[in-house]
Each structure stands twice: as C-alpha cells, then as structure tokens.
C-alpha cells in the first residue's frame, strides 16, 4: 500500500527555518521521484522542489532557489525539505507526492506527473 506522510509543519517567524520530512511506504524511493507542492488559500498548488530518482536532480521553484533544499534519505526512504529564510508569502499547506521513474526539465512541477499525495502539513511564517 502506496502512503505518503508529510511532517514538520508549524508556526515560524520570518527569516525562520523548518525542515519536512515525507516518509514514503509501500514502494522504493530507488525507482520514483518525489515532488514537494504546497497550496495557499485561494491559490492553485504550485510545485516548490523535485528530486529525481536515478540521476538524483533536483528541481527549484525561482520563488524559493537559494532558500531551500531538498534531500533524500534512502534507508529511511525520506526526502526531506529543508526551508531556510522563510517568508510570509511562503505559508501553505505544503505536499508531498510520488512520481513513477524521473523527473525531467519543466515536467517536475506538472500535477498529473504525480499519482499518489501525502495529506499535507501546515506552514505558516508570520510575525
């Protein structure tokens, strides 16, 4: 059974880090990729980070190259995402979602790429 669970949401300030962690169970992080997303209020969810599976590329929003960084740990099959310099504009429900195979140039932040979702967990950076 393909899951998906994100943690390490909360309440930060601005210029604050927090790092999420997305387990993954039922499959192999060694032949699928894994996309960070995340959904303001109001807002379509945008892709935030990819990391490619095989080749072990990793894709950035410009919105947050510089800032974060995504990871992966194989024997605990998690990939993380380390956000540093977080601002007000960066608080959504952040996402975790599983891609068959790799991940190639703009197709990392392509929705349907994806086939399962974590349920999301909660950021918010405010003052």
């Known amino acids: 059974q393909v899951q998906l669970v994100e943690s390490g949401g909360g309440l930060v300030q601005p210029g604050g880090s927090l790092r999420l962690s997305c387990v993954a169970s039922g499959f192999t992080l060694d032949y699928n990729s894994i996309g960070w997303f995340r959904q303001a209020p109001g807002k379509e969810r945008e892709g935030v980070s990819g990391?490619?599976?095989?080749?072990?590329?990793?894709y950035y929003a410009d919105s947050v190259k510089g800032r974060f960084t995504i990871s992966k740990d194989n024997v605990k099959n998690t990939v993380y995402l380390q956000m540093n310099s977080l601002k007000p504009e960066d608080t959504a429900v952040y996402y975790c979602a599983r891609a068959r195979g790799v991940l190639t140039g703009d197709w990392w932040r392509f929705r349907p790429r994806y086939d399962y979702w974590g349920q999301g967990t909660q950021v918010t950076v405010s003052s």
């Open positions: 990391f490619s599976s095989g080749d072990g590329r990793t």
